[in-house]
């Protein structure tokens, strides 16, 4: 039942999340698109708006908009009501204009959107398209792992970000929703960074050293809206919420790339490189070209519109980086990237030098720059969608025969059925016959020397030749009397390299059951092979318990030993140095029984299953912190060796619940059925993500148990969740011949 309001509780956050987006998205998307941003800097001191720059001045020199006109109404209302004491202002967006000239005469002009095409696609057309876009990946990810809370950081981040770029035009237009959207936005996607930066280094098992992120978040949900609250009291305030907000955003981006910097130099993981990549480094062109001149009051670079184009990277690096997933293979994934933006760089270059030639009197140099920009993004975007294509139809290249790489698996697979080399050569030529739609082909079986290697093809006369196998005694050679297509060699060429994997496999296996078969005939029961491979083993096991005990019991013997030195050089006797020696000497005696008990358990072979078991429990409720709930059924197996299985199952169950779970009540189950056993393991500890498992020092004894359940034959299988618990399922049919008649 908890489970279930919890899921509905977060399904409800969720949805609440995309509907406040689509809210505000939608709002101060419609207040950018009701009227054109124009933003004239007027004097005012004498209570008329006075011309004195344009931020467009191309389109003001087409409407003739000089310094010294006078506004008298904007939207037909007019312009008045200014107050002395404000000298420059600002005329963000109107539709209609009527301008006093010097000359006495009026001018009236209606704005459009068209007339300012700069505006209309740096507040318009790209924030829709990211507005849309990002909405669509944030989604992607909820779909991909609506439970895992790093996922939902991201989507967080994904959306503010979107949010903050979004606004920009209703915030340029003093919609005071925009402004205040824009500015806690700008900051809060830092903050949601940062905090998915503490989780995720959790999960990599890294340890955090820095602030603790909820204290961050003090800064964009009270700060900010309270610097706006101040302006409606205060209006001389209005000059410093948005310094205030400029500085809070360079403060975090330096914060979060601070953190990046220091673990990256820590642990030199590639993982971290691509956060910084695809997360913090879209920002610094905002952050060096615009935010930082600003707060030096110095004229920026870059308008800020243009600079934050560069976030735009963030949704495609979304889609790459999945870390319920564990982000993929990260170094595939950069070197992808720098391939991609190496041939994109210099296709959008031509495009942009090739555009600034052809209209150079028409476009300007931030225009160009934000030309660059989409088609730079648009190339990478289009190289990484043709990829999936490519992934998706990887089965289907087209041709007049039909789909040569989805027949290859199809041959490939009816082949592998074949038990003998004779068998394969007749499937290859059936094969051959059906695909190429010839027969004008033959297998040759041959002891000449051939002047190929294998796997090469060579085309003379119109004939194909191919070597499939090469050995001292013996060559396969197809030969080919037609003309072949690059997509037939193609699969001709890949179709040989398994046939030729397939002979050699082949020659192994009768290899082994000659070696075998004489083994029987001669009751000679040694086999070179397999006593090497048991000598390895043997020897390996060796070796670990050598470096173990070396690492333990004869360190313990050899502090106690200088101990004994001491006192012996004494002239005095210590009687309780004496006493603790021999406190240590019997702890290292119980744990030298203990390694012998574990590698042999006594009671096994002199008690059996049910007494060595109840042994065990008992030994793991000693030195447990949970309780432990077990029932256990007496077994009897055709196959003694079961019953060690058995015991080293639980055994390392339970050595996992004590150093890994976290937790206080666990349960073991082991049920006798039809010719074999279950083992149910339950616990209530911290859990984990099975993805993760592999990744943490539990992984050794789960794989232990993987190997055993797996090496007879058995199934097992492995649920668990953050904060759920872990849950094992073990089942074993024994298997014996005696059982099976």
Known sequence: MMKVQKEYTTRLLTYSIFITYLILGIYVLIIAVSSPFISILVDTSDGQPTVIRSYYSQWAQQHQIEQGDIILTINQKAATGFKSSQKNLYISSANELSILKPDGTVHEINVKHRDLPEEFYLHIVFPMFYFVLCLCVAMYLWKRNKDHFITQLLMLFLLTCSLAYTSIGASSRGNLVGMIVNGVCIVLCLVLIIHFLQHYYRLLHIQWTYLDTKWLYFIPLIVIPLCYGTERVVPQFRAITPMVTLCLFALLVLYAMYILLCSYLRTRLAKIRLIAISCIIPFLPFLLLYVVPEILSSRAFIRPEISILFILFIPFSFIFIQVNERLFDI???????????????????????????????????????????????????????????????????????????????????????????????????????????????????????????????????????????????????????????????????????????????????????????????????????????????????????????????????????????????????????????????????????????????????????????????????????????????????????????????????????????????????????????????????????????????????????RERVRAFNGDMTITSKPNEGMHINIEIQEECEELCK
């Open 331 to 705: 170094e595939y994934q950069l070197s992808r990237f720098r391939y991609y933006s190496s041939i994109a760089f210099f296709s959008s270059l031509i495009i942009s030098i090739l555009l600034a030639l052809l209209m150079i009197e028409q476009l300007s140099i931030a225009m160009l720059i934000v030309i660059f920009i989409v088609v730079f993004i648009g190339f990478i975007a289009s190289f990484y969608i043709k990829e999936q294509l490519d992934f998706n139809h990887r089965k289907i290249i087209f041709s007049s025969s039909g789909d040569y790489v989805h027949n290859l698996y199809a041959s490939v697979n009816r082949m592998s059925k074949a038990k003998n080399q004779q068998d394969l050569l007749a499937s290859l030529q059936y094969e051959i016959t059906e695909k190429l739609g010839t027969t004008a082909f033959t297998l040759e079986t041959t002891e000449e020397n051939i002047p190929l290697s294998r796997g090469e093809i060579r085309i003379e006369n119109d004939m194909t030749q191919l070597l499939i196998h090469d050995t001292v005694d013996e060559k396969v050679l197809i030969k080919i009397r037609h003309t072949l297509q690059k997509e037939e060699l193609l699969w001709l060429e890949l179709l040989a390299l398994y046939v030729s994997m397939f002979i050699d496999n082949l020659k192994l296996i009768e290899d082994l059951i000659q070696d075998i078969q004489h083994m029987k005939d001669t009751n000679n029961a040694q086999l070179p092979w397999l006593d090497k491979l048991l000598w390895n083993i043997v020897e390996k096991e060796k070796s670990i318990l050598a470096q173990e005990l070396h690492d333990t019991i004869l360190q313990e013997q050899l502090h106690l030993a200088r101990e004994l030195d001491v006192i012996a050089s004494s002239p005095k006797i210590e009687e309780h140095k004496i006493l603790a020696i021999r406190e240590q000497l019997l702890n290292a005696t119980k744990d030298l029984r203990e390694y012998c008990e574990n590698l042999s358990p006594p009671l096994l072979d002199t008690f059996g299953l049910d007494m060595a078991l109840k042994k065990l429990v008992q030994k793991v409720k000693i030195r447990a912190d949970f309780l432990l709930y077990t029932q256990i059924d007496r077994f009897q197996f055709q196959d003694a060796t079961l019953h060690l299985v058995v015991y080293r199952l639980v055994q390392e169950l339970l050595n996992n619940a004590i150093k890994h779970a976290e937790a206080s009540k666990v349960s073991l189950k082991l049920l006798a059925v039809n010719n074999g056993f279950v083992l149910q393991y339950d616990d209530n500890g911290i859990g984990c993500h099975i993805e993760d498992l592999m990744q943490s020092s539990a992984s050794m004894g789960i794989n232990g148990i």
